[in-house]
T-cell receptor, first 114, second 114 residues
Framework: DTGVSQDPRHKITKRGQNVTFRCDPISEHNRLYWYRQTLGQGPEFLTYFQNEAQLEKSRLLSDRFSAERPKGSFSTLEIQRTEQGDSAMYLC????????????FGPGTRLTVT | AQSVAQPEDQVNVAEGNPLTVKCTYSVSGNPYLFWYVQYPNRGLQFLLKYITGDNLVKGSYGFEAEFNKSQTSFHLKKPSALVSDSALYFCAVRDDSGTYKYIFGTGTRLKVLA
């Protein structure tokens, strides 16, 4: 068990460019979550998957954001036409399938949009 | 709608003294409550959870938390603080309505003074 990994750890991009982040969850975990965290705030829910199905998506998430988990293993989060307001830490977490289980977080991808 | 409040941005406590970090919540059904800790440049780590059963739950590193249904609170406690406990603490909640969406508080920075 190597934990949740995220790639890249840091990304600097120019406004208007597209970016894609990858998350590899703990292998036996069937739930995968994406969060966004800005300075001084807690993680803000973006979306979650159960296996390959995307079950819920935040209403705060614009249509520039899309996430996939095609084979129920790793997941990608894409942001199109990035804006400076997208600058944040993007966190991925995974969890086993039982109702009360805690989440295991990756180290995050820090996005800076210039 | 679910919500979590951490009323204190920062808590200062002397080493060896007891500490309390406050959390109150609002959910429509029964709550599942969690505490996570975030050290600098590291991902969030799970500390403890309340799902059902005893109102006092014990977790990692000597931390415990008390679930109070009437006050809708889940305060984090430790009998004797260590300097190494200094970190950012987040409370999180979800309800048992069938969604697996978690809501996090804004975090409380704990500073333990030697």
């Amino acid at each position: 068990d190597t934990g949740v990994s995220q790639d890249p750890r840091h990304k600097i991009t120019k406004r208007g460019q597209n970016v894609t982040f990858r998350c590899d969850p703990i292998s036996e975990h069937n739930r995968l979550y994406w969060y966004r965290q800005t300075l001084g705030q807690g993680p803000e829910f973006l979306t979650y998957f159960q296996n390959e199905a995307q079950l819920e998506k935040s209403r705060l998430l614009s249509d520039r954001f899309s996430a996939e988990r095609p084979k129920g293993s790793f997941s990608t989060l894409e942001i199109q036409r990035t804006e400076q307001g997208d600058s944040a830490m993007y966190l991925c977490a995974s969890s086993p399938g039982l109702a009360g289980n805690e989440q295991y977080f990756g180290p995050g991808t820090r996005l800076t949009v210039t | 709608a679910q919500s979590v409040a951490q009323p204190e941005d920062q808590v200062n406590v002397a080493e060896g003294n007891p500490l309390t970090v406050k959390c109150t919540y609002s959910v429509s059904g029964n709550p599942y409550l969690f505490w996570y800790v975030q050290y600098p440049n590291r991902g969030l780590q799970f500390l403890l959870k309340y799902i059902t059963g005893d109102n006092l739950v014990k977790g990692s590193y000597g931390f415990e938390a008390e679930f109070n249904k009437s006050q809708t609170s889940f305060h984090l406690k430790k009998p004797s603080a260590l300097v190494s406990d200094s970190a950012l603490y987040f409370c999180a909640v979800r309800d048992d309505s069938g969604t697996y969406k978690y809501i996090f508080g804004t975090g409380t920075r704990l500073k333990v003074l030697a």
